[in-house]
């Protein structure tokens, strides 16, 4: 059975490890970047095969996760985001895109994984 | 019993004038703008009086109700935004912020008062 | 400003009457039916126009209102759905649709208004 | 047709008026009282009559709104709650009970009409 | 402690082994089935046993997934209730039952326990 | 990176023990206390170490469950609370706090973790 891709987007490689590992072992497949315009061009290679979107918001030089979920969002209206960060989530009431998810650090990686899962049966047909 | 007051913001004149008694009629106090600029300094006057925020997408020249949304959740996180528009919703879950309301027209009065209502007892301490 | 269109199902023609003017005066436009196959009909004779059905269950002879619910979602998915009834909500969990509400006799009018409002600000884009 | 009886318990006789005004308009029928003691008196009158609890906290002497709604859903589980207040809204998170809307005055009746509808159309078999 | 026990019913006998241990691997007793038919009989044996249904659309002969549900549920309205499935996810806006999942393939086995947990832990005295 | 700390009340070792170590396993750290008056001063020794509370509700001599609830989120509105009870489930409709969740044994853990995961993500700013 082929799997669900992930696009994830995290600039403290040692975060990025541990979540893409959490990731991969609860059965997802994922596509990571470092950088904003790199996850744009990772996305943009073939936007139909990511289907879901986990971010950090503050990403270095470039663009900042609020900008890569809002270019994946206009692509792709319905797809699953969840912002992860520090400090970026007193920003997301005003630069977050609707119906996403904001988990702050620290978290736990269930909290990714539970928000994922509900992002995604909520997705094609709703859930009721 | 002083009441709620909604910044209601809408091109259209005769949109403007059809909601804005309705809202009256509900029992909210409504201040009204026909342009995003007009719409952001009413709303920087006094930030605390604004309860609520509707807002058309369109508004000719200036920021759009994407914009007037994102300005008055920087500075106030909780306020209920609805979005009401004939053909921005396509641009809603990229543009648009979290826990928002996105009407289309056609529609009825009702979903305004509902929309504002549910997001209204929600605030504060949320509903459960 | 055109409106939106209400298909009203309901074979006892007090509450047919009561519940169209009660839609009518909250702005709605109203087609109604008294049996299941003529609301089936109706439906069928431009299904773009009907955006929402509020359906008794119990319709004398022919389709009840659980499978004139079946009919319509089939054709239109997104299609908000309220069923109205004394007597068949012990039923809902296993003959309803998805993301439908039932209302049980008696109800107050604002139950029906709120119940589609609800319904259609969470259609197209869904609100957050 | 008969209606859903709402306990309306309000120690200011003139929000008191306005509220029943407003529930009776919209199809209510109201039981009121200005005391604690006298809404769970009336209550216990006949406690299947009751349909909807709408409080106030601060009742002068004796129960207070939270212990109202906690006499009537020991008795009813599913019996819809609303909480109306100018002052006790940082007390809902402790002392409210689960599935209840806190309203906060100043306020618009259709928060009222909305949150009882929203809580009734969830009752009985809950909408999906 | 006993245990929660979940009718898996899937006829591709690859995804009901992974399925299974899944549900095994997260604390639950699993009694599946591989047909319809079975799944019924397996229900009506001790319909109380069954705290929870996961059912793929498609099961060769005999009664569907749409079917074993609605069945389920006209005996225990309460029934949390998953669909899995590759091809089916189009007609669960019609055919589907209210408050239930829809989970289409490929997907990943949280998305299924975590569908499980939410409906489980708002079934009883439902979660605010 | 440090984690997010769970209060966590119990009085039978044995379920304490393993609700512990499924929440150590997911990544949390767990404060335990086997009773109620325990809890409060566990609680009260650091409120803002405290990020959520998982209770069982009798816990032999002293304050219950409900009241450990009460407390915590009396000091901390925002208190994400999950109860676990064989026998006070028809308690929590009027004993409960509002945006807790009830989760009645036998249980399964991920239906902790699930809705420990559900609270935290809606906590801070709410995810939409």
Redesign the interface.
Known sequence: ????VVLLVEDESM?LIDVEHSLVD???EVVSATKGAEAIRAFNDDPERIEALVTDIRLGEGPTGWEV???T??VN??LPVIYVSGDG???????????????????????I??????L??EG?????
């Open positions: 059975m082929s799997s669900i975060v609860a059965g997802f979920a809002r270019h969002r206009s209206p319905n989530a007193d920003e997301w009431p005003s630069l977050g895109v609707p119906n996403s998810i904001m988990i702050t650090k620290p978290f736990v990686m269930p909290q994984i539970n928000g994922l899962s509900n995604l049966n094609g047909p709703t859930s009721s």
